[in-house]
């Protein structure tokens, strides 16, 4: 049974550039998180998705943006790349009903390096 | 923004110890999980404790929620050089959609 995978593990980027990062939930998950995680603190809440829709947002500006497929895969895009994007993206997964509170599971992360 | 405190930020102790590391929150919570991080990884959920719920055991973990205090604490027992690691707390709030991390416990075992 497959975790929850993540793509590409490492990239660099030139700051103004774009940038998509790739999910797959683990299987029989169909609520997909992300976050990020700045060197040296705890993950930050970016966005949910369920059933291809953003269910909640967290206190990130536009330029990042994401979509659900009906796989259930994720991406997650960030528009204008700033050097404080510079961070390891999570993506986590859940099955329905996480109000819950069950178990999320957390992918190896997108080392992103903005230069 | 953080809502979860870990305390310490950073423990060294040598193999066998017992390891000791706690989270206080701010708001209600549905539950509470905690994370291993290894350098550069991602997180590997270790244990999920619910609000209704005073005390989780999961092999040498042992976790502890006092939601009248809210706080938690998560012990490791007989510790080993693999627990080396960082070590996170986090939150679901009530009605919330989201974990809600520390800024994380840096755990480092000595041989």
């Known amino acids: 049974d497959a975790g929850v995978t993540q793509s590409p593990t490492h990239l660099i980027k030139t700051r103004g550039q774009q940038v998509t990062l790739r999910c797959s939930p683990k299987?029989?998950?169909?609520?997909v998180s992300w976050y990020q995680q700045a060197l040296g603190q705890g993950p930050q809440f970016i966005f949910q998705y369920y059933e291809e829709e953003e269910r909640q947002r967290g206190n990130f500006p536009d330029r990042f943006s994401g979509h659900q497929f009906p796989n259930y895969s994720s991406e997650l895009n960030v528009n204008a790349l700033l050097l404080g994007d510079s961070a390891l993206y999570l993506c986590?997964?859940?099955?329905?009903?996480?109000?819950?509170?069950?178990?999320?599971?957390f992918g190896e992360g997108s080392w992103l390096t903005v230069v | 923004s953080q809502q979860g405190e870990e305390d310490p930020q950073a423990l060294s102790i040598q193999e066998g110890e017992n390891a000791t590391m706690n989270c206080s929150y701010k708001?209600?919570?549905?539950?509470l999980q905690w994370y291993r991080q290894n350098s550069g990884r991602g997180l590997v959920h270790l244990i999920l404790?619910?609000?209704?719920?005073r005390e989780k055991h999961s092999g040498r973990l042992r976790v502890t929620l006092d939601t009248s205090k809210k706080s938690s604490s998560l012990l490791i027992t007989a510790s080993r050089a693999a627990d080396t690691a960082s070590y996170f707390c986090a939150t679901w709030g009530t009605g919330a959609q989201k974990l809600v991390f520390g800024q994380g416990t840096r755990l480092t075992i000595n041989p």
């Open positions: 404790i619910r609000s209704n719920e």
């Open positions: 299987s029989g998950h169909d609520t």
């Open positions: 708001t209600s919570i549905n539950n």
């Open positions: 986590a997964s859940s099955p329905t009903g996480i109000d819950s509170g069950n178990t999320i599971y």
